[in-house]
Each structure stands twice: as structure tokens, then as C-alpha cells.
């Protein structure tokens, strides 16, 4: 039998909630530590379509990158749409784990999975922020190389192996050759990724004067969109659940997708 304290203390091992972020609310956010499991669904985010698609599976946890509760609660009921998910997670018996900032920060994790997606050989950190209990060390961000090409080349590719859809971007005047990745929103390590001799950043959630800083410093920037860079993960934390935990069905949400289009 294992239990929802037992999965969580495997995350723990592989990314230590302490080095969330202190606005962050990552950690085991609903439920009850020793109810048993057999079948989790690991999604970005846990929304009502998520749960609903949890219970049908029969899932008794969800595994998800963004915290199902962030910021003040102040009431559950069912006038809120946070209020109608956490009803309907302790209504149908359903545990929500969520991993963020700090599986955006360790190895193997948001930033690795994004790199090993597009590519990247000799990845190293983008921003070192220090060393885990365990030594090993953690930050957000990642660089790496790609075989030199030109960028809307480079862009058509990140597109379709990140399954976005669409792609903002800044040409910087250079070909793509050092890559700088940041999963969700690190346009802010800008100059991190310059620092580093970076000639091109993916990342997302990119604003107006950051595309103009960009074009000003002379780096291709490459908005990816946040789900895309970050729903990488979801197959990671899959393949590292079903390994530790072989007796439980571990699936990755499909009613889950990109919320907006591009015309």
C-alpha cells in the first residue's frame, strides 16, 4: 500500500520544498498523509476539469507544478473557483501535492526538462542560488548549446517541440548558437542570460519593455508561452512517480491544455 505522506516525502527527496521561493506555496496542500493510493494524475496546474478527470480515472491524488492554493483563502465554498476545486478534491477524496518553484530550481526538473525538449547540450545553471542538503545545486534557469542556425529557424523549431501555439520573439541581430531557458516567467534573468554570453533566451510570459531591453542589449528573446515551457515537466515527474511507486497507475492529465490561441 502506499500513501499520500509516502509520495510526498519522495518529492521531498528529489525536490526539497525548502527551497521554494518565499512567496511560493508549494508543498502537500490537501488531504490526508496516510490515505492509501493507486492511481495518480500528475497535471500543471489543478483546475475543475482536472479533478473532474482525476475522479473519473479513480485517482486519489494529483501531482501538480502549480500550487492549488496561492495567496490568502479566506473561505471554501462554492462562489470561488479556488473554493469549487478544493470542494471538489475533498468531496471525491482526491490529495493535491503541488511542486513549484523549487522543482523550477533542481536538477532534473522544470528547467532541465525544458532544456533536454530543445535540445541543449553541455547544460550548466543560468543562476546558481546554492547547494540542496544534499550538495547538489539548484537554480532557476538553465544554458546550453545548439548547432548554430539562424533564429527564425531556431523558433519554428521551439514551436513545434513544445507544442505551442505561437511564438513572440526579438530578433537581436544574431544567429542562434548559446541558449538560455527559463520555464515559465524569467524574462527578469535577462541579464543573467548576458552575463553568461547567451545569445538567445527562451522563456515566456515576456512584457513590453523587456522586448524593448531586449532589442536594446542585442539578445534574440523568444517568448514561448508558460504552459508550453513548463508542462515539460509533467512527463519528468510521471517517469520519477511510476518508478519509485511500480503499483501505481501514474497518468499525465490529457483534458489539460494550452488556454489561449493565437489568430
Known amino acids: 500500500m502506499t500513501t499520500v505522506g509516502e509520495v510526498f516525502r519522495f518529492l521531498q527527496e528529489k525536490a526539497p520544498f525548502e527551497l521554494q521561493e518565499g512567496f511560493d506555496n508549494a508543498g502537500f496542500l490537501v488531504g490526508r498523509e496516510e490515505s492509501s493510493i493507486n492511481r495518480i494524475l500528475v497535471s500543471l496546474d489543478i483546475t475543475e476539469q482536472v479533478v473532474r478527470e482525476a475522479a473519473d480515472q479513480g485517482a486519489q491524488l494529483i501531482v501538480a507544478h502549480h500550487p492549488v492554493i496561492f495567496g490568502g483563502v479566506k473561505s471554501v465554498t462554492d462562489q470561488t473557483i479556488t473554493g469549487r476545486i478544493l470542494l471538489s478534491l475533498a468531496e471525491n477524496g482526491i490529495a493535491a501535492i503541488c511542486a513549484h518553484t523549487n522543482l523550477d530550481a533542481v536538477e532534473g526538473g522544470v528547467n532541465d526538462a525544458l532544456a533536454l525538449r530543445l535540445g541543449l547540450t553541455d547544460i550548466g545553471q543560468l543562476r546558481q542560488a546554492g547547494v540542496d542538503g544534499q550538495g547538489r545545486p539548484y537554480g532557476i534557469g538553465r544554458v546550453g548549446m545548439v548547432p548554430e542556425q539562424p533564429l527564425y529557424d ?110
Not at 526579438?170 to 554570453?197: I, N, R, Y
Not at 515576456?206 to 532589442?215: C, P
Open 154 to 263: 531556431f523558433a519554428v523549431a521551439v514551436k513545434r517541440l513544445l507544442g505551442a501555439n505561437g511564438i513572440r520573439l526579438v530578433d537581436g541581430g544574431k544567429g542562434v548558437h548559446m541558449v538560455a531557458v527559463g520555464g515559465g516567467a524569467c524574462a527578469e534573468f535577462m541579464t543573467d542570460t548576458l552575463a553568461q554570453g547567451c545569445d538567445t533566451f527562451v522563456t515566456s510570459d515576456v512584457k513590453y519593455h523587456q522586448f524593448l531591453e531586449a532589442r536594446a542589449l542585442g539578445i534574440n528573446l523568444v517568448d514561448a508561452g508558460h504552459f508550453p515551457t513548463e508542462n515539460v515537466v509533467c512527463p519528468v515527474l510521471q517517469d520519477w512517480l511510476a518508478k519509485r511507486f511500480p503499483q501505481v497507475a501514474v497518468s499525465v492529465s490529457q483534458r489539460h491544455a494550452e488556454v489561449f490561441s493565437y489568430l
